[in-house]
């Protein structure tokens, strides 16, 4: 090899170090790419009307669940990590007592309302937003992400990804205990 390709050569293999390694770290957590924090933690988390998923005549609002600890969960059926997540989220409402609020975001209402009825409803109400109206308000980039709001309308916890049992675990359910006490 000539030692004026070199230089190139050595250049291209470090990006494709730093590419791998990237790679790598995303097979060891599959969030990795997503786990950014919301600049809304700790702020008044945003209104949200919009029409009823099942119903567009009718509103689903956010202050319907005021002085209530509640859990917001952006998902979409054009999301495959909605459908992984969504057999659990039946589980946390109807196992665990969670209080799912749901916005549809940019979707087909039809096969949303469809999933809904085949596969279970876990959310207390389901708000319809095609034109990411609330979604902007919330910082969402991606489906699903999941809010943790609470009694005083406060955001505490966010996360970018699916909903697991072990998230559940470790994190959402001794959050969800603490913010029910106090």
């Not at 669940?65 to 509640?70: E, K, N, P, S």
């Given at each position: 090899?000539?030692?004026?390709?070199?230089?190139p050569?050595?250049?291209?293999?470090?990006?494709?170090?730093?590419?791998?390694?990237g790679l790598?770290?995303?097979?060891?957590?599959p969030?990795?790419?997503?786990?950014v924090p919301?600049?809304?933690?700790?702020?008044?988390?945003?209104?949200?009307?919009?029409?009823?998923?099942?119903d567009?005549s009718?509103?689903?609002?956010?202050s319907?669940?005021?002085?209530?600890?509640?859990?917001l969960?952006?998902?979409?059926?054009?999301?495959?990590?909605?459908?992984?997540?969504?057999?659990?989220l039946?589980?946390?409402?109807?196992n665990?007592?969670?209080?799912?609020?749901?916005?549809?975001?940019?979707?087909?209402?039809?096969?949303?309302?469809?999933?809904?009825?085949?596969?279970?409803?876990?959310?207390?109400?389901?708000?319809?937003?095609p034109?990411?109206?609330?979604?902007?308000?919330?910082?969402?980039?991606?489906?699903?992400?999941?809010?943790?709001i609470?009694?005083?309308?406060?955001?505490?916890?966010k996360?970018?990804g699916?909903?697991?049992?072990e998230?559940?675990e470790?994190e959402?359910?001794?959050?969800?205990?603490?913010?029910e006490?106090?």
């Open positions: 090899m000539k030692k004026r390709y070199l230089i050569f050595g250049i291209f293999m470090a990006i494709m170090a730093i590419f791998v390694l790598y770290r995303m097979g060891e957590d969030n990795f790419t997503r786990n919301s600049v809304l933690i700790g702020k008044q988390a945003p209104k949200i009307d919009l029409p009823d998923l099942f567009q009718k509103t689903v609002s956010s319907s669940l005021a002085g209530q600890v509640w859990v969960n952006v998902w979409a059926t054009w999301c495959p990590e909605c459908w992984r997540e969504h057999a659990f039946v589980h946390l409402a109807r665990e007592g969670v209080k799912l609020f749901g916005i549809d975001w940019r979707d087909d209402a039809a096969a949303a309302k469809r999933l809904l009825v085949d596969k279970g409803n876990p959310f207390v109400a389901v708000g319809f937003d034109e990411s109206r609330a979604i902007m308000d919330w910082g969402v980039y991606g489906a699903p992400e999941t809010f943790v609470d009694k005083q309308g406060v955001v505490r916890w996360k970018a699916a909903m697991t049992r998230l559940w470790s959402l359910k001794p959050l969800l205990q603490k913010l006490k106090g």
